[in-house]
């Protein structure tokens, strides 16, 4: 169990499902799903911007999070 749990802390791991209001752009549920965690909105917001521009999808951070494909 540590290990699935520092997995997460690391990576910052956010869920397929709809857990947060479905009109959040990308941006928004990222910061939201870090708050889950306890991450502070500043540093998950960085992290979020980080990890967006990592996956090359920094441009899309303020597109409805519900257009992106999950595969």
Do not use: C, T, W
Request: without cysteine; aromatic residues 12%; charged residues 35%.
């Amino acid at each position: 169990m540590a290990d699935y749990r520092e997995n997460r802390r690391l990576i910052d791991f956010g869920p397929q499902e709809f857990n947060f209001d479905p009109l959040s752009h990308v941006e928004q549920a990222l910061v939201y799903q870090a708050g889950l965690f306890r991450r502070p909105e500043d540093r998950a917001l960085g992290r979020g911007r980080e990890l967006l521009k990592q996956f090359k999808l920094y441009e899309k951070k303020d597109q409805d999070f519900r257009k992106l494909s999950g595969a």
